[in-house]
C-alpha cells in the first residue's frame, strides 16, 4: 500500500517525465496509482468511444448504485437547462418570485424574490450557508425551503460564491414547482430515459421536495455516461440529450471557489487544466475533458472527507497527470 506521500512522489515522477512518455502512460500504471488510495472505489476512464479503464477495486462495484453526494448539484443544473430548453422556466433570468412565489414564507429575508435562477445555480445566492457546520441544524428544521429564505444576508444577489448545499435545494424546489413535477420525474425523464440509465428515488425534505444537490444515487457505470454527455456537448450515443447551449454555457467560469480555487459554472467546477467536474464529499466524481476527448467517472468512500489538499487533491493529481495523457 503506498502512502500519501509515495503515492505523492509517483505522481510527480508521470508529471515531470516528457511529454511522450507521458502520452504512453499505460492504464495499468494508472490503475496502480488509483487502487493504492484506500478511499477509491470505482474509476472508469472512457477515450473517445473506448473505456480504457473499468475497475472497481472495492466498494459496491460499478453496476450498484452509489451515493454520488454533491455531484448532485451538478445533475439538478443539467435538469434546470432542460426545463429551460423546454420552456418550464422562461430563461436563467428568471426571478424566484415569479418562479415559484409560493416557496417564499413570511419573514424570509429582504430580497430573495429577486434572486435569479442564475444565482441559485452559480452558488451566488448571498444567504448563510446551510452547508458545513450549519447542515445539521438546517435538515433537522420542519420546513428546508423556508429555513433557507430566511438566512442573514451575507453578500449581494449574484455576488460572492457561498457553497451551500441549501441554495441548490432551493433551486430545485423552484423547479418542481414551476413545473408541477418532481425532481425524480424530471431526472428520469431529461437524464434517465435518453441516457438509458436507472436513477432511484433519493432523500426528500419534510415538504416532499426531492433533495436538490445531494444524495442522489446513480451507479459509477451511469456516472460515466453523464461525463460522456457533458464531453460531448450533450450528445451521447448519436442523439443530442441535452441542450448544447446549455453544456457550453455550464463550461463558463461564472465565479470561482475560495476552497479549491476550482471556477465554477452552471453546477460544474471548472480546472484551469479544461476538466469540467462534479464533485461530491467523499471524493465522488464525474469528469469530462472535451479538448482531450476523454470522460471519467469516480466513486469513493462517502463516510470519508476529501479535501483540496489531501485525498481530492490527489484525484485531481490522477485528472491532471496520467489520465489527461492519455487523451
Known amino acids: 500500500m503506498l502512502s500519501r506521500r509515495h503515492f505523492s512522489l509517483a505522481l510527480a515522477g508521470s508529471l515531470a517525465a516528457p511529454s511522450l512518455l507521458r502520452a504512453q502512460q499505460s492504464t495499468d500504471e494508472i490503475r496502480d496509482l488509483a487502487v493504492d488510495l484506500d478511499q477509491l472505489h470505482s474509476i472508469q476512464i472512457r477515450r473517445g468511444d473506448e473505456t480504457l479503464l473499468a475497475e472497481a477495486p472495492r466498494g459496491p462495484g460499478l453496476t450498484r448504485v452509489a451515493n454520488i453526494k454533491s455531484c448532485s448539484k451538478s445533475v439538478l443544473a443539467l435538469i434546470l437547462g432542460a426545463v429551460i430548453d423546454e420552456g418550464g422556466i422562461e430563461s436563467v433570468e428568471a426571478r424566484l418570485g415569479d418562479v415559484a412565489p409560493s416557496l417564499i414564507p413570511s419573514g424570509a429575508t429582504e430580497g430573495v424574490e429577486d434572486l435569479t ?88 425534505d419534510p415538504q416532499g421536495f426531492y433533495f436538490g444537490g445531494n444524495e442522489m444515487a446513480l451507479t459509477p457505470q451511469a456516472m460515466l455516461r453523464v461525463a460522456v454527455a457533458m464531453r460531448d456537448g450533450g450528445r451521447y450515443d448519436g442523439a443530442q440529450v441535452l441542450p448544447a447551449d446549455w453544456v457550453d454555457a455550464s463550461q463558463e467560469a461564472r465565479t470561482r471557489s475560495r476552497w479549491s480555487g476550482l471556477g465554477y459554472g452552471y453546477g460544474w467546477f471548472l480546472s484551469d487544466s479544461g476538466w469540467i467536474l462534479g464533485r461530491g464529499y467523499g471524493g465522488q466524481v464525474i469528469a469530462a475533458h472535451p479538448e482531450r476527448d476523454l470522460a471519467v467517472a469516480i466513486t469513493s468512500d462517502p463516510t470519508r472527507p476529501a479535501r483540496s489538499g489531501g485525498y481530492f487533491g490527489d484525484l485531481m493529481g490522477l485528472l491532471d497527470g496520467p489520465i489527461i495523457a492519455l487523451g
Open 117 to 204: 435562477m442564475r444565482d441559485l445555480v452559480t452558488l451566488r445566492a448571498g444567504l448563510e450557508r446551510t452547508s458545513g457546520a450549519n447542515y445539521g441544524a438546517w435538515v433537522s428544521s420542519s420546513n428546508w425551503v423556508a429555513y433557507v429564505l430566511r438566512q442573514p444576508r451575507v453578500a449581494e444577489n449574484g455576488g460572492q460564491m457561498i457553497y451551500s448545499t441549501g441554495t441548490t435545494h432551493l433551486l430545485g424546489a423552484a423547479i418542481a414547482t414551476a413545473t408541477g413535477d418532481s425532481l425524480l420525474t424530471l431526472a428520469r425523464r431529461h437524464l434517465g430515459t435518453p441516457l438509458g440509465i436507472e436513477i432511484p428515488p433519493w432523500t426528500r
